[in-house]
């Protein structure tokens, strides 16, 4: 036996996967990483495989990027963590500093959290008492899109759509205003109807700006959303953009609010937040909503909320570097050179297959959609498992391949991407 099956045994004994189904956990070739370095990722049998997924999205400048180690090295002999409540620590006020010179947010304040669902919670909370603040009652309500993703923990499922089996926790979700989904050509006029009607009891709107991830790469026009920013603003409802997956270079600016023209009053960050190196999400409140919670000490204006680990000083340090590194390797210049040329290698060898209906692209989160005639089929599996057995790391949401490569890809590597995908397809005899 290999050494990988061995070692996805006894994992598959004291492990619990996300979103896996773990009875056929083993049978299904899982990667077991050993170590990873640039852009590949090095198994325990010594087999490399090109992590074009960025690590479930995280991942933005490779693995081991020696000043991003360094960065984290440096901490370290300074100390991994102390608590930032009521307290604070110099590398989490350099990082917030940082981040302030370049979020489209007015006046930053920064919440620090652990993941991209605890900062999705924190922004509904401070949005639902930024009204009970001012004495301002009826604000309870929040208006979504569908297939909107922001998380797991129950707030976060809450504004999300379903899907991904979650349908199961209905019960437990809060209701929330749904606009139909970003493939209704009429969605905006719709969400900004439900705004106009509603806007003495919205708290706010949450939306993911231009591309909404999980729900299979569904895109929007940058315009599209503009106008729903102002129709917000007109009804003083509160906006929250979720931008988790879209922050920090995903779609070719640094966030994607700014090709939206979005000022949002609380903007959500996390995954590519440490470059994919340590757990980090943060909530951004504009000056006016951090203003409402300024009180009397101990009064009910208080933010009555904080994680444990938020604001960890090791995380803080690589997340301040990375954003120097973002601007020194001028990465943002290499996302869109590699967007372009991933969108023609698509055209050219991707889209003129049978087996696909479309792919869609905005900056380096891609999707390939499958022409499945039916999901339980599982075409979405079956060709990244070919992809993988090619050593190129892919992974589904459905029938959509995500396509999701380091923002330090090169144009060799989208190369191999587009070609295996191909081969990957065919290989999968759909
Ligand atoms: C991944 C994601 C989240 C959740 O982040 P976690 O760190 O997995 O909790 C929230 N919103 C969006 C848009 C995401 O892509």
Not at 360 to 367: S, W
């Amino acid at each position: 036996m290999e050494d990988a099956s061995v070692w996805a045994k006894r994992d598959a004994d004291v492990v619990w996967h996300g979103f896996t189904q773990m009875s056929s956990f083993t049978e299904s070739s899982p990667i077991m990483v050993e170590s990873a370095t640039g852009h590949e990722l090095i198994d325990v049998d010594g087999k490399h495989y090109l992590d074009a997924i960025s690590s479930l999205w995280v991942n933005t400048l490779g693995h081991r990027v020696p000043e991003l180690d360094q960065a984290i090295r440096e901490q370290l002999d300074r100390g991994a963590h102390s608590t930032m409540l009521g307290n604070s620590n110099r590398i989490v006020t350099e990082c917030a500093e940082a981040l302030a010179a370049v979020v489209p947010v007015d006046d930053p304040h920064f919440l620090f959290a652990s993941d991209g669902a605890s900062a999705v919670e924190q922004a509904l909370k401070i949005a639902f008492q930024y009204w009970t603040n001012q004495g301002i009652s009826g604000h309870t309500k929040f208006l979504a899109f569908g297939g909107a993703y922001h998380g797991d923990t129950i707030g976060a499922l809450s504004v999300g759509d379903g899907g991904f089996g979650t349908n199961i926790f209905d019960p437990l979700r809060f209701p929330v205003l749904r606009a139909p989904q970003l493939s209704d050509p009429a969605c905006f006029d719709t969400a900004i109807a439900m705004i106009e009607e509603h806007h003495d009891s919205l708290a706010a709107v949450i939306i993911e700006p231009l591309v909404q991830g999980a729900a299979g790469m569904q895109m929007a026009g940058a315009e599209e959303f503009a106008r729903l920013g102002v129709a917000a603003r007109a009804h003083d409802v509160l906006l929250i953009c979720d931008e988790v997956a879209t922050g920090f270079g995903r779609t070719g600016t640094l966030f994607a609010s700014q090709q939206c023209a979005l000022t949002p009053d609380l903007l959500v960050l996390g995954k590519g937040l440490t470059a994919g190196y340590i757990a980090q999400s943060v909530t951004v409140a504009s000056g006016r909503v951090f203003d409402a919670f300024l009180g009397p000490d101990l009064s009910e204006k208080t933010l009555y909320h904080g994680h444990s680990y938020s604001g960890n000083a090791l995380a803080c340090a690589v997340a301040k570097r990375h954003l120097e590194l973002i601007e020194s390797k001028n990465v943002l210049a290499n996302v869109k050179a590699r967007s372009e040329q991933l969108r023609g290698a698509l055209e050219n060898k991707i889209a003129p297959l049978p087996q696909v209906a479309e792919f869609r692209l905005c900056g380096l989160m891609g999707g390939v959609e499958l022409a499945s005639p039916d999901p339980s089929e599982r075409w979405g599996r079956r060709v990244c498992a070919a992809a993988v057995a090619r050593g190129v790391l892919l992974r589904p949401l459905g029938d959509v391949v995500v396509i999701m490569p380091p923002l330090t890809i090169t144009d060799t590597e989208i190369e191999r991407i587009v070609t295996t995908l191909a081969a990957a397809i065919d290989d999968a005899n759909l």
